[in-house]
């Protein structure tokens, strides 16, 4: 079976319906480019039975109908796929979100900075440099959890959490970035509004992004932010 560190791949069964493959224990790009690698090699080559593959950081959980096939049997053609599915590279898009730093739409921006020991410019500077990727969705509709925060602004997550932030928000917590699609609470430091909308009223593709897609963000004044909002 396919390497990836001492101890994965990893199989685990989870209930009577579905396998967690897992590649690695940590937000990793290396790590997800063979979770990519494996998710693309599984939906060319499916298994009778195969339900969904959901993908997260370092892992994927693979379901299947328990009336139409065995687990061995699961285990057996996602070990054969794990052997020939190596890191080909899977191809993906790359996003622009328009993004405000103004101080209303981000009431943490002075406070993170000052953490980080940096001024705001320069911490906006640091976000916008980041090469971002999206990992996986999850928690909420259309909140697509993109890896790529540079270190220069990882901060843990906030102590208390505030309620009501607006839906375009842009939050950061350690490594990862999220624009909000709801309004909701969050403990996630809370830096920017965008007006790009990633949860979309269409029944084929609801949300803007897959999982292994390339974002980055463009910064722009209020006056941009007012033209573009829907």
């Known amino acids: 079976m396919t390497t990836i560190g001492p101890s994965f791949p990893r199989l685990r069964a989870v209930g009577d319906s579905g396998l967690l493959v897992e590649f690695g224990d940590r937000i990793d790009k290396a790590v997800h480019n063979r979770l990519l690698a494996f998710d693309a090699a599984l939906q060319a080559d499916p298994f009778i039975g195969f339900t969904e593959a959901v993908p997260a950081y370092a892992s994927i959980l693979v379901g299947y109908d328990p009336l139409l096939t065995e687990p061995s049997a699961v285990e057996a ?38 953490r980080a020991g940096l001024s705001v410019e320069t911490a906006i500077a640091a976000h ?57 609470p969050t403990g996630w430091w809370i830096i920017g509004r965008s007006p790009t909308p990633i949860l979309r009223a269409q029944a084929e593709r609801p949300f803007l992004f897959d999982v292994g897609d390339r974002v980055r963000f463009r910064r722009i004044d209020r006056a941009e932010y007012e033209r573009l909002a829907p």
Not at 166 to 183: E, H, K
């Open 128 to 184: 916008l440099a980041g090469d971002y990727r999206v990992f996986l969705y999850g928690f909420a509709p259309g909140y697509a959890y993109l890896g790529g925060v540079p270190e220069a602004i990882r901060l843990p997550r906030k102590a208390e959490p505030v309620r009501d932030v607006p839906a375009g928000s842009l939050i950061v917590a350690g490594p990862q970035c999220i624009v909000t699609t709801l309004t909701m």
């Open 77 to 114: 053609h996602v070990a054969r796929l794990l052997d020939h599915c190596g890191t080909v590279d899977v191809p993906h898009r790359l996003h622009e979100l328009a993004v405000c730093y103004d101080r209303e739409f981000a009431p943490d921006l002075p406070a993170l900075a000052e």
